[in-house]
Every structure is written in C-alpha cells, then in structure tokens.
C-alpha cells in the first residue's frame, strides 16, 4: 500500500461537485475532500490522453477487477519532522458518543492516523485528542508540536487550525445574452493556511492505493505515469478557473499499525457487491452520486446510491464498479470498490 502526495501550497482551489438540480445549483455545491470515483475518472481520463482506446480500457478494468483499489482524498498535515494524515472517522464511533457531548464529537469529520491506529472512541478522546478545524478534525496531542500538549480538548486555539476552507465566490454569466438570473455564486475548497500558528507547516491532499502483485509491472508504471501527470491536467470541475492543479504528485509507502478486530472501515465511496455484502454492512451513511447533465437537454447520467467514506463492516468487503450510461460511444463507470482498513471493534472498548 503506498500513498500518493498531491503537494499543494496554501490557497490552492479545487471543486469537487455534488449532487445538485441543475449546472448552476452544481457550481454552488462541493464536497470537503476528493471522493474516490472523481479520482478514478480523472486518473482514466488522463490515460486516455496517451493510450489507445483498447489500451485505456483494458488498464481501467485493474481497477474494476480490483486488482488496483485507490481511497478517496484526504488531507495531510506536514510538520517539520512529521506527516500527520488525516482519515474519515469511522461510522461506527458514533454508537459510542457520550449523550451529553454527542453535537460535538458528531462533528468531527477526519481524524488523524494515530487516533485511528489507537482505537480511541469518544469516550478516550478528550484525556488524548484535541480538535481542530472548530471540531471538524480530530488529532492527537502528540501529532501537534510539544507547544500544544497541554492546551484542552476543545482549544479555542487549536480550533484555529484548519486542514482546508470552504468560500463563496459571486461570478456573472457573460456568455449570454439575458439581463436576468446571470449572477451565482461559485463555490471552493482550498487548501489552509497554518503559517501564523504552525511555522513551516503545510497542508496537502493524499490518498491510497494498493496494486499487490503489480509492482515492476509496466501497466502500474503507466498508470503511475497517469497519475504523475495529473497536477498538469488537474482534477475536479472549474479547471478553467484555475481549480484542481497542484505541485506534483510523490509516492510513498503507507502502513498502518492496528490490531485485528475483525471490523473494517472503507476510505473509499463504496457500492457493496452482493446482498451479502449488503448484510455485513454494521454503519454508514448514504451518498447519492451521478445524474450529471451531459450532451443537451435530457440527456444525463443515472443516479447510484453509494456508501460514504467511513462505513465499517464486519470483514472487509469487495465492492463493484456500475455503468452509469454511455458518453461518445464508451460506457462511463462510477467507481464503487471498497478500500478497507482494520479499525477497532465496538465490543473491544466494553
């Protein structure tokens, strides 16, 4: 399993759109990091810009057989000395949220690789953790400089340290000819600045991948070199606006340290296979993806129904790829492999 590295300097805009009524509502919409099938479309997309048509299919089908998984992207905190990556917080910790406290710790959205690795619910996280982001992500203590161990779980200052920001940008249709209903608002992610709070810090994207028995192959160096090219092709919507490009894309390995539980959590948008898959699901959440207008009016992709980022099973799951509809003669398929992670049981912390 390796990580890939989009390096990223503060401010840099991306948009990742969500589900929305129209093109307009569209722009307005965008998810808080890169899901996994935006990333699965742009890595096809950019092989196709040097393969052949039966050569780019043939390299997406490793990853609908599941013989290459990616996660979707998350966010990476580099300190000096240190990496910190941040994963979605398994669906599952919400079972255990202390009543009182449940607002807050339904919040927390990402939580750092060493609260992961850890197993702490809830209930451990304000003698270990500390939120950042106004509660959004969790960390803890020892992923922050020694300056930061004795501020409190919910700081007011670590709350100031932020992994990304989501802005509102007015923008004016010129391209048409009606006075009317031409002004919107544009909406993007972009990468945080940590300099008044964290000197030489910086925030960046990552996310996994596992190619077992491909290393050295030439179809993983090709599609290494799909992905080294991606910071000049860009990834997400509103490239013309300058979203969706970043410094360069490194590699290297990832591992993470948990003991087995028998439960795992997926950091991949996930469509289950089977009905049996179905039946191991124990928490997730539901994320409606496709519908994308395309080649005029009525024509559009169809809708699916995924699990989110963070659901957990007992056992690891497969997942499935589905086609979606056909663009320009080819099928386009809406990426749903499960990338699976060891995470801490329930009943280990009664």
């Known amino acids: 399993m390796q990580a890939v590295i989009f390096r990223c300097r503060p401010r840099f805009r991306f948009h990742f759109g969500g589900l929305a009524l129209d093109n307009n509502a569209w722009l307005s919409t965008t998810s808080e990091w890169l899901p996994s099938d935006t990333l699965f479309s742009a890595i096809v997309n950019t092989l196709a810009r040097f393969c052949s048509e039966a050569e780019t299919t043939r390299l997406a089908q490793l990853f609908v057989d599941g013989k290459i998984r990616i ?7 580099e300190l000096p000395g240190k990496k910190v990556f941040f994963l979605p917080k398994p669906a599952h910790f919400m079972l255990e949220t202390p009543d009182d406290d449940f607002k807050k710790y339904a919040a ?37 400089p020694e300056s930061f161990k004795n501020e409190p779980f919910d700081s007011a200052q670590t709350a100031k340290i932020a992994l990304y920001q989501v802005g509102d940008y007015p923008r004016v249709k010129v391209h048409t000819p009606e006075r009317t209903d031409n002004f919107f608002h544009f909406t993007a992610l972009h990468i945080a600045d940590n300099g008044s709070l964290l000197p030489q810090s910086s925030v960046h994207l990552f996310f996994l991948v596992d190619q077992s028995g491909l290393d050295n192959t030439s179809d993983w160096k090709t599609i290494q070199a799909a992905i080294r090219m991606l910071p000049y092709e860009g990834i997400g919507g509103e490239r013309a606006a300058g979203c969706g490009f970043f410094d360069g894309a490194d590699f290297e390995p990832f591992s993470l340290n948990t003991a087995g539980s028998g439960f795992y959590a997926s950091v991949s948008l996930t469509l289950p296979a089977n009905e049996a898959e179905l039946n191991r699901m124990k928490g997730y959440k539901l994320q409606t993806r496709g519908g994308r207008h395309y080649g005029g009016e009525g024509k559009k992709f169809d809708y699916v129904r995924m699990m989110a980022e963070g659901a957990v099973s007992a056992g690891a799951i497969s997942g499935q790829c589905t086609v979606i509809g056909r663009e320009d003669g080819h099928e386009v398929i809406r990426y749903g492999k499960a990338f699976c992670l060891p995470t801490v049981a329930i009943s280990d912390q009664s």
Do not use: H
């Open 71 to 77: 996660s979707s992207g998350f966010y990476l905190l």
């Open 108 to 144: 927390v959205r990402f939580i750092s690789q060493t609260v992961w690795e850890a197993g702490w619910m809830p209930k451990d996280w304000k003698n270990e953790c500390i939120l950042l982001q106004n509660g959004k992500v969790l960390a803890a203590k020892t992923d922050l």
